[in-house]
């Protein structure tokens, strides 16, 4: 196994990475929320589309009935 040998860093140094490492954490943070609120959005933009599907589907059927018995001879 290989000996690592200790490695030294500045204090000043050191506290600019853990700021550095800190605001990266909170970027990440916010792009997991925004990712999130964007996951959202969609999954009520598709429930609300499936919804017109279905309504204009609705809507279809009826104007085929509606053509139908308008296009059907009269027993007479």
């Known amino acids: ?3 690592q040998a200790p490695v030294f860093v500045k204090v000043d140094e050191y ?3 853990l700021d ?3 605001l990266v954490k909170n970027k ?3 792009a997991k929320s925004t990712v ?3 996951n959202t959005l ?3 933009e598709d429930s609300e589309l499936a ?3 279905g309504e204009i589907a609705d809507i279809e059927r009826k104007v085929d009935f509606i053509d139908q018995t ?4 009269e027993n007479l």
């Open 28 to 30: 990440i943070r916010e």
């Open 20 to 22: 550095v490492l800190d």
């Open 15 to 17: 506290k600019d990475v």
């Open 51 to 53: 919804i017109w599907s």
């Open 42 to 44: 969609k999954n009520q």
């Open 1 to 3: 196994m290989e000996r």
């Open 36 to 38: 999130q609120e964007i």
């Open 70 to 73: 308008l296009l059907e001879p």
